[in-house]
C-alpha cells in the first residue's frame, strides 16, 4: 500500500454541491495519474468541503494539478503541499482473529500504537487506530499475522502548521 | 473579446413578479444577456423551450439540420463577432450530438453556450427514452456544466454560463434543463447576479514580472514575439502591433492566432509550427528571447519539446495560469490578459539592437519563401488561396475545414484583421468549416465570408445545405477537391511507404449536389477557368455559391516537421 514511487499531498477546498468530487477526480484520471488515497468532509461552514488528495505524482508535477484543479469553478483553494510542515492523519479500523491465546499480545501491540479496542467478540477485536500513514502500516503489519480480516482507512488529511492556511 | 456587462435588469424598483414557465423564464433570460440568435434543431425534452421561442419576436432561432452544425456554427457566430455563441438540442441524441463543436470550443477556447433538454426529473437516472447523462459526458469538454433542476434557478444558471463563457480564458458552458422543469410554472427572478466564488480570472499582469519582461527584450539580440489566439480574445492587436511598431521585434503567429497581426506587416512572419513557414520556425529556434502571449506552447507549433527554441528565455503572458509552465518553463512567467499586459509592457520596452537579427531573418525568408508551380495543366491546391487571398485582399472572414487546404490557406491567406481566419486548431475536427462560415456569416452579415472545405470534411456536414439556401447566404463555399483525404494521403505517402489505406475518394459531383440543394454549383477542371469561377461566387448574392475546384491529386503540404520532431528534420520543398 506504501509502494508508490511518489505521493503528492493536494488540499482542495470545493464548494459543497453536486458533481464537484467527480470533476476533481476527472481532472486527475484524464491526466493517467492514480488517486492513491482522497478524503472529503465538510469544513467549519457546512458550504464548504475540503478535500484531500494523495497521488501517485512526481513533485514537479504536483503544482500543474493544483493549477487545473482551480480552474474548476466550485474550487474556492488548491494547494500542492510540498515543502511546509503539515500535520497528517489517517485513522484505520482493522478487524483481526483472535483467541484467548493473542488477545493479550494484541492488546500490547495496540498500546504501543495508541490504538483502542472498539468491537470485541470471541474471534474478531476491531482496533482504532490514527496516526500518519506510515504509522498506520507499521501497525497493520504488525497485526498480519494474527489474521487480518477486514482493514477500512480513511486515506488522508493534512493541514499545514501554524498560521499559514492549507 | 468583446466585454459586454452583465445587465440582468434595469429596474430599481422591484416590480412584482410575473408568473411564467421555466421555459419562458429561459427566454427571458437569454433575452437580458443580450441573445439575438441561436442555431438548433429541437426535439421531445426541449418542446417547451420551442413553443416559447414562438412567442420570442426579438430572438431568431435558425434551424440547422444536424445538431453538430448548430455546434460549429455557434463557434463561428462567436469567432467573428466575439460575442457568444448559443445552440440548442433535445436531450439524448440531440445533445451527443454536440459534444464534437463543443469540444473544439474548449479546446479553441471559444465563448458558447449550449442549452440542452433533458428527460423529466422523475426519470433521471433510470435509462429514460432519449436519456443520455449529458452533464456528465461534457463535464470534461466544457468550461463548465449544470443540471438546472428548479425553473426559479434558470436566471442565474444563464448568468453565470455567459458570464463563465464570455471572462477569463473563453470556453462553452452546457446548461441542461430537464422537460418538466420547462414546463413549471414559476416566479423567475431576473434581478438575480451571477454567483461564482470559486472564480476569479486575474487579469492585470504582476508589475514587476512586467518590468523584467520589459528588460529582457530591450537588451535582446534574437528577440521574437509568439502570438496566438489570446490576442484576439482579448481584442490585443492594437498594443501588439503597437509594441512591434516601436521595436521591430518581429512576430510570428499560430494557427489560432492568424488575424492576431496584420500579415502584411513587414514585422509579421507568418504562421509558425508545423506547416508554417520555414523562416518563422528557423527565426523562433534562434531567438534568444521569446515573448510568448496567448499561446500553449501546443505540439503543432513546438514540435519535439526539449528542441523548441533550445536557446531562449520564455516570457509567457496568459489569463489561464494553468498554461504557464504546462509544456514549456517560463523564465518569466506573467499571468494576466493579453490586453492589458501588453498595454503596460509595451512603453517600457526600450527597441533592442536587431538589425542583424532582421538581416539574418530576411536572409532566411529570401530563400525559403512559399511557392508552388502548376504542372501539367493541373489546379495547385496553393495557386486557388493564393487567388482567394488576393481576390478578397486578405479582408474576407474565411473558415475553413481541417486538412492539406487547412494549411495551405493558413499559409497563402494573409489575414488582414482580426477575427478573419476560423479554423478549428486544437481539435481539427473535420466538417467543422462549412458551418462555422455560415455561424461567421449569420454574426457579420455586412462581410464577405467564405468556406474553404476539403472534398472529405465538406460530406461530413454538407446536408446543411438546406440551411444556408433557406436563409439565403451570400455564402461562397470553396471546395478543394484532391479526390483524397488529403492530408492522410501525404502521411502515407511520407510514413507508411506510399500504402494509400482508406485515404482515396470517390466523390459526388458536388455542384449538382449544391443545385439539387437549391444552391449555386460550378464544377472546375482547368487552371483557367479558376478566377473567373471564385470571382463570380464571391460576387454571388442571396444563395449560396459552391465551387468544386478539381486540384492537382497529387500536391503534398510543405514545409513540414514531422510529428514530435523539431526544427532541423524540416521538409522542405524541393
Ligand atoms: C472528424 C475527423 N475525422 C478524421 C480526421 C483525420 N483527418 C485529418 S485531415 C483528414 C483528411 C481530410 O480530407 P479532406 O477534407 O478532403 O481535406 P484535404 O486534406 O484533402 O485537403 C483526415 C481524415 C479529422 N481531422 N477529423
Ligand atoms: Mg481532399
Redesign the pocket.
Known sequence: MSEIAHAATISVLVQNAPGVLVRVAGLIRRRGVNIHSLSVGPTEDPSISRMTIVVDTAPERTEQFAKQLRKVVEVLRATAIDSSPTVDRELALIKVNVTPGTRLEIMEIANVFRANVVDLTEKTMTLEVTGKGEKVDAFVQLLVKYGIREVARTGQVTLVRGAQAT | MVRQVIAPGSAKTAAPRRQMNGAQTLVEALRRVGVKLLFGHPGGASLPIYDALYDAQDIRHILVRHEQVAAHAAVGYARASGSVGVCTATSGPGATNLI?GLTDAMMDSVAVVAITGQVPRPVIGNDAFQEADVTGITMPITKYNTLVMHPTDIPRAIYNAFHLARTGRPGPVLVDIPRDVSQEICEPDFETVPHLPGYRPVVEGNPNQITEAADALSAAARPIIYAGGGILTSGATPELTALVDATGIPVALTLMGKGAMDEMHPRCLGMLGMHGSAFANWAINSADVVLAVGVRFDDRVTGRLKDFAPHARFIHVDIDPAEIGKNKPAHIPIVGDAKQVLAALGPRVRAPQIEAWWKQIEEWRRRNPFRYRQRDGRIS?QYVCDLLNRLTGGRAIVAT??????M?MAQWYRCREPRTFIT?GGL????FGFPAAMGAKFARPDKQVLAL????????TLQDLSTAVEHELSLPIVI???G???????WQTFFYRGRLSS?I?RNPDFAAVAQAFGARGIRVTRPDEVEAALTTALATEGVPCVVDVHCDPEENCLPMIPSGQSVAEMILDE
Do not use: I, K, P
Open positions: 464534437t491546391h475545414d481541417v486538412g492539406q487546404h487547412q495551405w478549428s481539427g475536427a473535420m466538417g472545405v476539403g472534398d472529405g470534411g465538406f460530406q461530413m478543394l477537391n484532391n483524397a483525404l488529403g492530408m492522410v494521403r501525404q485515404s475518394l
